[in-house]
């Protein structure tokens, strides 16, 4: 009676922190909220049903991307389960500002098994390939842009934000690598590490996490590497995640501007990269500006305001709301089976 007790009283705990977050989430991008029902009215219901299905179709590929990671720990994970994830860390990205995607995704792999070290590392290692894809995209798509595009005053004039963006990409990427790939660049970073935790006594516990951490990183990560088929399958999944991504302005902003679909997707990709060196929660405020610096020059903005509005809906509403409904599902179905 008292578990039966303690496991109801967890569970409607779980629900209240839940609705919280939520109504916290709400107040707090209330403004973006605002902006973005005001883009939808200004394009038509088709616009917003398929830039959402590339957006839905987009973090199915992610559920697969995570299930693929999985796998490569334990034989039995399943490509639903995967899928389920992508958009339970989707609600959870929206609900804690952007901070609980990542924990959200560790704490539902440890539920699948995995232990939580590793389930830890297999989201660094699937942030790795994201930007990966990113700087690979963003590369070829600079050096794809027609000479027309390339001489436009927009590209000259912040040619120096693109490069701090593909700079800052290659910097975590290095980062990550070289954690993964050199023993002795891991023991250097826990020797630092080990001074500081002498200096503020009062931060050893988490010290002592970070090194745990990089020995893990270092050790199982070379391991999970070495699956090559399976490391090219998450490699290829994020850069066909980002081209649905990127394939959203280009079908709304399509006839509308005198830029082709293949310098829409391109002019998306370095957005992404320039975006990704600039601190906002949850991204929100870093992509529309690079959206509104670099296509500004290619569309009025009374239309490429609506498309980022639209393209905030599709990618990060959309799939907040579906990972509420998942959430909301996997409470109701626990509650039943106790």
Same mark, same amino acid.
């Given at each position: 009676?008292?578990?039966?007790?303690?496991?109801?009283?967890?569970?409607?705990?779980?629900? %209240?922190?839940?609705?919280?977050?939520?109504?916290?989430?709400?107040?707090?991008?209330?403004?973006?909220?605002?902006?973005?029902?005001?883009?939808?009215?200004?394009?038509?219901?088709?616009?917003?049903?398929?830039?959402?299905?590339?957006?839905?179709?987009?973090?199915?590929?992610?559920?697969?991307?995570?299930?693929?990671?999985?796998?490569?720990?334990?034989?039995?994970?399943?490509?639903?389960?995967?899928?389920?994830?992508?958009?339970?860390?989707?609600?959870?990205?929206?609900?804690?500002?952007?901070?609980?995607?990542?924990?959200?995704?560790?704490?539902?792999?440890?539920?699948?098994?995995?232990?939580?070290?590793?389930?830890?590392?297999?989201?660094?290692?699937?942030?790795?390939?994201?930007?990966?894809?990113?700087?690979?995209?963003?590369?070829?798509?600079?050096?794809?842009?027609?000479?027309?595009?390339?001489?436009?005053?927009?590209?000259?004039?912040?040619?120096?934000?693109?490069?701090?963006?593909?700079?800052?990409?290659?910097?975590?990427?290095?980062?990550?690598?070289?954690?993964?790939?050199?023993?002795?660049?891991?023991?250097?970073?826990?020797?630092?590490?080990?001074?500081?935790?002498?200096?503020?006594?009062?931060?050893?516990?988490?010290?002592?996490?970070?090194?745990?951490?990089?020995?893990?990183?270092?050790?199982?990560?070379?391991?999970?590497?070495?699956?090559?088929?399976?490391?090219?399958?998450?490699?290829?999944?994020?850069?066909?995640?980002?081209?649905?991504?990127?394939?959203?302005?280009?079908?709304?902003?399509?006839?509308?501007?005198?830029?082709?679909?293949?310098?829409?997707?391109?002019?998306?990709?370095?957005?992404?990269?320039?975006?990704?060196?600039?601190?906002?929660?949850? %991204?929100?405020?870093?992509?529309?500006?690079?959206?509104?610096?670099?296509?500004?020059?290619?569309?009025?903005?009374?239309?490429?305001?609506?498309?980022?509005?639209?393209?905030?809906?599709?990618?990060?509403?959309?799939?907040?709301?579906?990972?509420?409904?998942?959430?909301?599902?996997?409470?109701?179905?626990?509650?039943?089976?106790?």
């Amino acid at each position: 009676m008292k578990k039966d007790h303690a496991k109801s009283f967890k569970k409607k705990l779980t629900a %209240g922190i839940l609705l919280l977050l939520l109504v916290l989430s709400v107040f707090f991008y209330k403004d973006s909220w605002i902006r973005i029902i005001e883009g939808l009215r200004l394009v038509t219901p088709a616009n917003i049903a398929v830039s959402s299905f590339l957006a839905v179709s987009a973090y199915i590929i992610e559920g697969m991307t995570i299930f693929c990671l999985m796998s490569t720990v334990i034989p039995g994970a399943s490509a639903p389960e995967g899928i389920r994830i992508a958009f339970l860390c989707e609600f959870y990205r929206l609900t804690t500002l952007g901070n609980g995607a990542g924990i959200a995704e560790i704490h539902y792999m440890h539920k699948k098994g995995i232990e939580t070290g590793k389930a830890a590392l297999l989201t660094m290692l699937q942030y790795m390939w994201k930007k990966i894809a990113i700087l690979v995209l963003g590369g070829i798509s600079f050096l794809a842009l027609p000479s027309g595009i390339h001489n436009n005053a927009i590209l000259k004039e912040y040619s120096v934000f693109i490069a701090w963006g593909f700079l800052g990409t290659v910097a975590v990427i290095t980062a990550f690598g070289c954690l993964i790939l050199s023993g002795r660049i891991a023991s250097a970073v826990n020797w630092g590490l080990d001074r500081l935790s002498e200096k503020f006594p009062s931060g050893q516990e988490h010290f002592l996490q970070w090194k745990e951490q990089i020995l893990l990183l270092n050790q199982s990560g070379r391991d999970i590497l070495r699956q090559k088929r399976r490391m090219l399958s998450v490699f290829l999944f994020q850069v066909q995640k980002l081209l649905l991504f990127y394939s959203i302005p280009m079908y709304l902003l399509l006839n509308k501007t005198a830029l082709t679909a293949v310098e829409c997707i391109s002019l998306m990709a370095l957005v992404y990269m320039l975006s990704g060196v600039i601190p906002a929660p949850s %991204g929100v405020g870093s992509l529309e500006f690079a959206f509104l610096l670099l296509f500004g020059k290619f569309a009025a903005y009374d239309t490429a305001i609506p498309v980022i509005l639209v393209y905030r809906f599709a990618t990060w509403i959309v799939p907040f709301l579906l990972g509420g409904i998942v959430a909301a599902l996997s409470l109701i179905c626990r509650k039943a089976t106790t």
